[in-house]
């Protein structure tokens, strides 16, 4: 096993009673590559990402990371040092001023006095500056998150993850819910971070350009099994068709 | 098909038994004894008029504001200590402090059923078992207010907290917080306006309530209300029925101008 | 405007501090109420007396040990049950009569859509009535009550209408008023008159929730009936007082009992009828 190999599957399967989500799934990830998952809805892609984050259990093979069963990856702080999330926007507290759902990303530091502390003043307000600045919102500190759009709220996001500092980042359909230009900038600012943080990256998409245009490797799977494991580069055309293809006429 | 039928009217089937209940209920009267005073009619149009000539005597009313002060004080004294019972046993009773299944269960369980109790019996009747035990003292008054209407805030609360969307928690969780981290950054941000409105609503009522404290012998809007009525002042029991009334009318005007601005 | 709100919130946030501030040094300053006092040695003594007494401690005649008691408490809370059966009855009959007017879009025509000048007249009194009858408490409606009618549950019931029907009254008219209009608008182009409006545009959607509110009052009219008992109008209420006076401690524990048994009663019907009607 290789020191740079910060995620490793191993024959993983997931069966749901009698059907099979993902069946004898491996591969290897490199520390910093730039990961899309793609494939037809049910594929597996969610499932896949559901595992990475330890939301359940594989029915058998192994997780990976940093060399370590991601099963003994038990503490909570630890595991959100390692692996950070971002889904649909559905991931912040509406209730809370922006800047609390940025610094929310800093909880597994803190402990509980500081962290009831900030909700009155807030704390790390300088890193929590430039972390929306890095997302382009540095103005919208201290207006209430469910006024924001879909895009921003995303960018908010973000804007957790650059304070939480994860080694990798799981994206499930990040920009499901975005209009094209939005989820373009955000995909654009996703992977422009992972580059400056040297950051991993798997994320589910369900737009092949995208992946092509942002993500250094593609993952396309169907009916829970690997389709093809390709740099962006060399994928062509017919495997895509292949890919979405519906299932063959006898 | 007999089951497709009987979805159909069951609602038809509810309203006649509902029907029938009511008139069951009438049957518990003995009607044919009569059931007015003799004197009754006179006196219902008595207190029917002097609705519209209430006593404006200056030192009824110098009374009436300060029985309505006491009757403020202790409900709001009352709905503080409530408030802080609620939010306590609310966030308990809901369970997001568990970490482990089974605790979860136990928690709910014991501290439902806990606040199911103390709401069950009426505030007045808590008064009643106070003042028995402890004697005359305003503590009757609060604490007899604190505990059913800490019983149905926490209640409420505990739904609250139960019906708050799942992903922004998961998103916390996985970004490293506790559950107490959670509930100060997730669930309680989350709920945080309706309770308020809630609570609002709650504080309207226990005004009421603690206008018939009275009852145990404290005083209050309800005792100058029962003074006058002994001494059948109908026009003084007016004036106090009034303030009462205004009292409600603008906590009633207040929750609602505030519901309207945390909309926004 | 944004400015504006936030003001408001803090300001009623200031206010709230005040009053709670106010009020506690009112009854500890003022009316000089010690916690120390409560908890004295005597008041503590006493305090056990009565819940040894409640309990039977010492008694010679244990109510709630004696099959007549029972008997004569079943018959009692029958009795609160029909009272609270009949008060909601009551306040259900007075709501019926009044909601339609009451709800602001009758008010305006847009639900009928046809406009009458007295229309914000009724709407206006009827509003009146029943702000007046939701901020007078039950007990109150009560005392005046027994003024009028011979002791029993009839009183009782119709204090704890008179309490009700302003509640059940609003929360009815603002399901009127949050109905979708359009159905309703519709019938009305293919030639409805007002009545058969309401009949087969408004009541269809609105009386599964009035159902609701109505299970909803019953219920807390159920843990009422007690207190209006107290001023004599009849149940379980009045007996608690009679023992009260007599100091027949164990009775009182009997009727609790099965206070607590009605009301509970009423929690489970309330719930699972409400699933019923789903």
Same mark, same amino acid.
């Given at each position: 096993m290789s020191k740079k190999n910060i995620i490793e599957l191993n024959q993983i399967s997931k069966n749901y009673e009698r059907k099979i989500a993902l069946s004898s799934l491996s591969f290897v990830v490199e520390k910093g590559e730039t990961i899309a998952l793609i494939g037809p809805s049910g594929a597996g892609k969610t499932t896949l990402l559901n595992m990475l984050a330890s939301n359940f259990e594989p029915s058998s093979g192994e997780i990976f990371i940093d060399g370590r069963p991601l099963s003994q990856l038990t503490d909570r702080k630890k595991r959100a040092k390692k692996i950070g999330i971002i889904r649909q926007q559905f991931d912040l507290v509406g209730q809370l001023a922006v800047i609390h759902n940025v610094l929310a990303g800093r909880l597994a530091d803190w402990g509980l006095g500081k962290s009831l502390l900030n909700l009155f003043i807030p704390q790390e307000r300088q890193a929590a500056t430039q972390a929306l600045t890095r997302v382009g919102l540095p103005d919208k500190m201290y207006e209430r998150t469910s006024n924001l759009s879909g895009g921003e709220q995303q960018r908010v996001a973000l804007a957790r993850l650059l304070m939480q500092k994860p080694e990798i980042i799981l994206a499930d359909e990040p920009v499901a819910s975005l209009d094209p230009s939005r989820a373009e900038d955000i995909l654009e600012m996703l992977t422009k971070i992972a580059k400056e943080e040297q950051q991993t990256v798997i994320a589910s998409l369900h737009s092949v350009e995208y992946a092509r245009k942002y993500f250094s490797r593609l993952i396309a799977l169907k009916n829970g099994e690997l389709f093809f494991d390709l740099p962006a580069d060399q994928v062509t055309n017919k495997q895509l068709q292949e890919l979405y293809q519906l299932k063959e006429l006898k | 098909m007999s089951m497709f039928s009987f979805d159909l009217h069951k609602r038809k089937i509810l309203t006649v038994f509902l029907l029938l209940l009511f008139v069951w209920s009438l049957l518990g009267v003995k009607w044919q004894d009569g059931v007015i005073h003799a004197s009754g009619v006179g006196t219902a149009s008595e207190i029917f008029m002097a609705m519209f000539t209430p006593e404006l005597s200056a030192n009824i009313l110098a009374l009436a504001f300060e029985s309505s002060w006491i009757t403020l004080a202790y409900a709001t004294a009352g709905m503080s200590l409530a408030l802080v019972l609620g939010l306590v046993f609310g966030i308990l009773a809901s369970g997001v402090l568990a970490t482990r299944k089974s605790?979860?269960?136990? !928690?709910?369980?014991?501290?439902? &059923?806990? =606040? @199911?109790?103390?709401? $069950?019996?009426?505030?007045?009747?808590?008064?009643?078992?106070?003042?028995?035990?402890?004697?005359?003292?305003?503590?009757?008054?609060?604490?007899? !207010?604190?505990?059913?209407?800490? &019983?149905? =805030? @926490?209640?409420?609360? $505990?739904?609250?907290?139960?019906?708050v969307p799942n992903e922004p928690i998961q998103a916390l969780q996985a970004a490293g917080a506790s559950k107490l981290q959670c509930l100060f950054y997730g669930y309680l941000p989350s709920v945080k306006n309706s309770m308020i409105s809630y609570t609002m609503y709650r504080y309207e009522c226990a005004i009421r309530s603690s206008a018939i404290m009275s009852f145990v012998g404290l005083g209050g809007l309800g005792y100058q209300i029962q003074l006058s009525l002994d001494d059948l002042n109908y026009d003084e029991v007016w004036t106090f029925m009034y303030f009462l009334t205004i009292i409600v009318v603008l906590i009633d005007g207040w929750s609602s101008l505030l519901r309207k601005r945390m909309a926004k | 405007m944004k400015k504006r709100k936030f003001n408001f919130m803090w300001f009623s946030f200031y206010a709230f501090l005040l009053l709670i501030g106010a009020s506690w040094y009112f009854v500890i300053g003022v009316e000089k109420a010690s916690l120390t006092e409560l908890f004295s040695n005597e008041n503590m003594e006493y305090a056990s007396k009565f819940f040894k007494g409640l309990l039977g401690v010492g008694e010679e005649e244990i109510a709630f040990l004696n099959q007549e008691s029972w008997s004569d408490a079943f018959t009692l809370s029958i009795e609160t049950l029909q009272m609270s059966i009949m008060a909601i009855g009551f306040s259900t009959i007075v709501m019926f009569l009044t909601v339609i007017p009451a709800a602001r879009n009758v008010a305006d025509g847009s639900m009928t859509l046809s406009k009458k000048w007295y229309r914000w007249f009724v709407f206006g009194l009827i509003r009146i009535s029943y702000i007046f009858s939701r901020a007078i408490p039950e007990l109150v409606w009560a005392m005046i009550v027994i003024f009028i009618f011979k002791p029993g549950i009839l009183p009782g019931a119709i204090a704890l209408a008179l309490h009700n029907f302003g509640i059940l009254g609003k929360l009815c008219a603002e399901v009127i008023e949050d109905t979708d209009s359009r159905p309703i608008r519709n019938l009305a182009s293919s030639g409805a008159n007002p009545a058969q409006i309401l009949m087969y545009g408004v009541f269809p959607t609105v009386l599964p929730k009035f159902l609701t509110y109505i299970l909803y009052r019953w219920e807390v009219i159920m843990r009422t009936t007690i207190v209006v008992g107290f001023v004599g109008a009849g149940g379980l209420g009045q007996q608690f007082k009679l023992s009260m006076s007599f100091f027949h401690y164990t009775e009182i524990t009997l009727l609790l009992i099965c206070y607590l048994i009605l009301v509970f009663i009423a929690d489970y019907i309330s719930e699972k009828s409400r699933y019923f009607v789903k």
């Open positions: - | 605790s979860r269960t136990f !928690l709910k369980g014991s501290f439902r &059923g806990l =606040l @199911g109790f103390m709401r $069950a019996i009426h505030e007045l009747v808590w008064a009643w078992l106070f003042v028995a035990s402890f004697g005359l003292s305003p503590y009757a008054a609060i604490f007899a !207010l604190a505990i059913p209407y800490g &019983g149905i =805030l @926490g209640r409420i609360f $505990a739904d609250m907290i139960n019906d | -």
